[in-house]
């Protein structure tokens, strides 16, 4: 449809977006999950190796993906949910390490070769999965659920004495991210035609909660935008080749002295509905 | 077998002085700082830099960790000090900001291979039986447990680290006694600098290895060796440290290198869900970091 390169693009918009919500996910609840990578490789591979050794339809290896992610995220998560703040990010971030490794090591999808895929989708379907999900996201956070998460984030032993289940949310967002990974992780592989266990480092999962942070976790625009503008960004700076990576951490750095609670906030977006009221009135 | 116990424990004191340097930023401004990794590798790299433009040795290393020392307090001015106020994960995305600065600043002018560290200094080798070991393995072992040592004894017994350990307890307690705290944070920050340099040169001589992303595994592994041994905890420090060295080194030598990353961040996993406060860690010390606005909670 377009060249390649605004293809590729659109591709690394849309993974990068779902990614961002798997990340977001928790985060709106005050969890920091350091280890969407690891959920994403699971993605990647159990989607490819059942479209692979199946022939099963790609949306079925994918959606088989997402399954068995949430289930290793529910495994997983009741006993590390039992910690909060730094603990439950430094465990989640060595539960991505620890499924990476697994993959590294695992034979029958090809180990440290990697593992060729043979099953393509091309760019629009992806896209138009990744509006789906979204909107999908947007539906959610219009829901009781998504105010549960808010709240809890705010205060987790008011929200215990208003009989919210605390732990079940917060382990409900923990596995929907986790799920959500795996789906950008089986999109990707399958665009790819290739999985390698490398390409799901640490550094992917540190990334995606800066996309969240970026764009701010107010509101369930912030994680779109954040995505959006972590992956243009660079290209807009592709003028500066070698140098654009460091102009970029150069502009994180000013952009969170200048602007800390993030690119979209709650009362920009109150703003915007309603541009002649307070802000405060409209958020009844 | 006993020489992998030997090389464990070499490998454990680079760890352990990383562990050192997250324990403090963590134990006492409650923050996880991503740019220890890159102070680490500035460490390294500036010191290659300046041996392979012909700067004697000595002076190269001088360099470097001054350099190291002075970006630790760009670091201070333009993350920590702009936290007071703001929520909590803002100084943890601007410090990663630094990591990725540091790293690709670097990059640009060295490229990001694997550069050899020159033998700078006079590589003797200790021979016990069977065993062999390296002196300058030996003395980057010695000079850890030195500096972990002499940081404790610092917290312990002077009044600057009196004054550390106040705000640790209560910044705004601490400020009401008369703790200037303006003027003792960028003093973490500048210690914190100079041992993850010291960290990075021991690791460039003894490896004869550097490169613009050496910080990043080492960073991650002293983190877990940090929480390991109890986050707080200087002396848990030296423990998780060796112990991560021993896991690393050992399992590369029974399951093959493959298999470091399940060793190392299992017992990081176990230990999280076992005995969340670590092995030489207070349950209260925990209790204090959780009730205290919880450090990364958004």
Known sequence: MFSGYIDGLIVILAINVIMAYSAALPLVAGQLNLGTAGFMAVGAYVAAYFSNEYGLPIGVAILIGSMVSGFIALLIGIPVLRTSGIYLALATFALGQILVAVFLNLEIVGAAQGYPVYGYIEMPTIAITTIVLVLALFVLSQTRFWLYLTAIKNDPTVCDLFGIEVKNVQLAAFVLGGMLAAVAGGLQAHYLSYVEAQSFGALVSIYTVLFVILGGTQTVLGPLVGAAFFTFLPEVFRSGEEWRYAIFAAFIIGFMVLRPQGMVTANMMRRIKNPFGSGRKASA | MEQQIINGLMLGSVYVLIAVVFTLSIGILNFLNFSIPGLFMLGGMVAWVLITMGVPPILAFAIAFLVACGCALIVERLTFSWMKGSDHEVPLVSSLGFLILFEQILLVFYGSDQQAFPKVIFNATITLGDLVIGSAQLLSLVLSIAIVYGINRFLKTTRVGRGIRAIAE?????????????????????????????????????????????????????????IIGGMGSVWGAIAGGLLIGLTEVMSIYFLGSDFVDISVYGLLLIILIVRPQGLFGLAQVREKLLCSADILTV
């Open chain 2, 170 to 226: 209560d910044t705004t307690t601490a400020e009401f006694l008369g703790i200037n705290v303006n003027r003792v944070v960028p003093l973490i920050f500048l210690i914190s600098g100079a041992v993850a340099a010291i960290g990075g040169m021991l690791f460039a001589v003894n490896y004869s290895q550097v490169s613009p992303f050496m910080g990043e595994e080492v960073g991650f592994k002293g983190i877990s060796a940090m």
